[in-house]
Structures are given as C-alpha cells and as structure tokens.
C-alpha cells in the first residue's frame, strides 16, 4: 500500500504578465497575456506528488478572500486533501505580481507572503495531529519557519521519514537539521548551507559530506539541466537530467523533481530509484508552460521511467 505524504508550506497565487519594457516610476505600460494561477513551493510539490501518484494532505494558509476561494476550487479538481488547508479570517491569501519583460526574458517579482507566513502554534498543534496518519512530511522554507522545525521535530520524533528542500535559501538552526532525513537543495542553496560553491561532481560531493556532517541521512543536489547529485548510505550518483522534449519553462523544475522523488518513496522505491523518477518528473515538466498545471501525471512518468 502506498505511503501517506504530508505536505506542509507556502501558497501564493501567482498574477504574471508579459510586457515590452518594464515601467519606469509613476508610468503605466500596456501589457499581455495576464494569469493568474496557483504557485508557491508548498503547492507545487503537493500537486507534483499528488499528479505522481501519492496520497498526499496538503496543509497550507489561505485568507479568506477572492484568492482564496479561488485556490479551493482549483484543489477540489485537481482532486488533492484539503480538508485540513487553513484559513486565516480576515486575512490575505499570499500573491506573486510578476511581470516578464518579453524582450529580455528577465522578471520583476513582488510575493506578499500572505497569511502561509502567519502559521500559528495553535495551527502547528492541529497539522501535528495530522501526522499520526502520515509516514512521509514534505516541507520547504517559504511559510514563517517556527512551524517548519516544529513539525520536522514531531516528524521525526514519531518516526516519519522527514524531506526538506531548503528553498528560498536561508539560515537554518542547525539543531533542527538532526530531524531532516533526505535535504534537497538546488546548487544555491547547497551553498547557502555548507559555504561550497557547487560546480561539479566533486564540489557537489563536498557539499553533500558537509550537509551529512550536520545530521542528514540523504543528500540531493539538483543541477538545473546537468541533472542531480544524490547521496545516501555510502553510496554515490550524478543522475542525468531526462529529455523529454524541449525545455520551455524550467519554473517548478525543482518543485516536479521533488513532487517525484517523493511520491516514488510514498510507492516504496528505493533512494536512488526515487531520483529517477523525480528526474523524469521534472524532465516532462520544463517541456510546459507554468508551474502547477505542469505537473505530469503517473502515466504519464511511467511512459519513461523504468529501474
Ligand atoms: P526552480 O527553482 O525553478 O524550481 P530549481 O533551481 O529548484 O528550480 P533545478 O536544479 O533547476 O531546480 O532543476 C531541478 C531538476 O529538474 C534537475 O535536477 C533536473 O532533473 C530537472 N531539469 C532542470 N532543467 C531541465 C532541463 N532543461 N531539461 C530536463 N530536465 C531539467
């Protein structure tokens, strides 16, 4: 039977359009192509998984607004556990205002975290119960971070197996690494935590031995195209990235790989078979537009992935 996941992180709607040139102060600027849709790294990686095949509880914090409302009804079809997503009275769903400047491809972002940055203690007592029905907890960094080592603690305090991708890079407290079973950083964040640049092979094994050295048990290191480094058990691999196409938006990338990985582990793979299929996920992914709606499915992964 197939694992239960627990995502736990940050929602933010994203509102993005292209244009021909960015404002400058105080000018308004025609633009195109407007969308609006469903992003955070919490979000994604619950959609991945879920898309992947896991039985996945997200648990997020949505304001009770428009936004919202709207992120509901988006879950409800794509069939993911939202029975426990919180939801903040009066407060404000957490949006991305991104424009794209078309000649350049280059991107001005403002994210108002919203209320997935006001998560409770009362909140952490609820999403700890949770975890009884829960063998995998999934989380990042992109929600206020007290509950993210509360809940890697009671995780791993009730034998969970605990992943952690450490994004938007940041100062973790090394205390809480000792409950982080598998970490998957990209290369900036690899650096964040261990203070090596990530390069090749063996600045990625360096990296991955510096993050051992403060208690995890696997290393993932993903590579953008040149695929990912993954360690674990004593046992070493450089996993190519899988072409299924051409790339046309590598947004999410690491958001599908994650999704995979984990809901490979959810169907009981091994470490380094779970990688596998991660790349394959985030391989069929880059080849469309968007980040969510990305997201292969199953049957999608299983037209490439075979151990
Ligand atoms: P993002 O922040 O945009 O989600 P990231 O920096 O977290 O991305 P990357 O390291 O860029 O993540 O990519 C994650 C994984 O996606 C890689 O390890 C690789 O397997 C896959 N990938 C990325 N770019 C490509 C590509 N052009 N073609 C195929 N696979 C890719």
Redesign the pocket.
């Known amino acids: 039977m197939s694992k239960r996941v627990l995502v736990f992180g940050s929602y933010v709607t994203d509102l993005s359009s292209r244009i021909q040139s960015f404002p400058k102060p105080g000018q308004t600027v025609k633009g195109r192509e407007f969308r609006l849709g469903p992003g955070g790294k919490g979000s994604n990686q619950a959609v991945a998984a879920n898309r992947a095949g896991a039985d996945v509880t997200f648990v997020t914090k949505l304001g009770d607004d428009l936004l919202g409302n709207q992120t509901l009804d988006f879950y409800g079809k794509e069939g993911l556990d939202t029975q426990n997503i919180l939801i903040e009275k009066g407060g404000q769903t957490g949006s991305a205002l991104i424009m794209v400047d078309e000649s350049t491809a280059q991107n001005r972002i403002v994210v108002v975290g919203g209320a997935c940055e006001q998560v409770t203690d009362q909140d952490v007592e609820k999403i700890s119960g949770l975890l009884d029905q829960t063998d995998i907890f999934l989380t990042q960094l992109e929600t206020n971070i007290e509950p993210v080592y509360k809940l890697l603690e009671t995780a791993k305090k009730k034998g969970l197996l605990t992943v952690l991708n450490p994004?938007p890079a940041q100062v973790i407290d090394k205390e809480y690494m000792k409950s982080v079973d598998i970490i998957i950083p990209?290369?900036t964040e690899a650096e964040f935590l261990t203070g090596v640049t990530v390069v090749d092979y063996d600045t990625a094994k360096q990296a991955a031995q510096a993050l051992f050295d403060q208690g995890v048990k696997g290393v993932v290191i993903?590579?953008?195209?040149r695929?990912?480094y993954a360690a674990y058990q004593g046992e070493e691999k450089l996993v190519s990235?899988?072409?299924c196409g051409s790339?046309v938006d590598?947004?999410?990338?690491?958001?599908?790989?994650i999704g995979g990985m984990v809901a490979a582990l959810a169907d009981g793979k091994g470490f380094f078979d779970a990688v596998n299929y991660g790349?394959v996920t985030?391989?069929i992914a880059?080849t469309r537009k968007g980040t969510a709606p990305a997201m292969p499915y199953k049957q999608e992964i299983s037209r490439y992935y075979q151990i």
Do not use: I, P, R, W
């Open positions: 994004a990209n290369e993903t590579l953008g195209k695929g990912a990235a899988v072409d790339a590598t947004t999410g990338a690491g958001d599908a790989f790349s985030a391989g880059v």
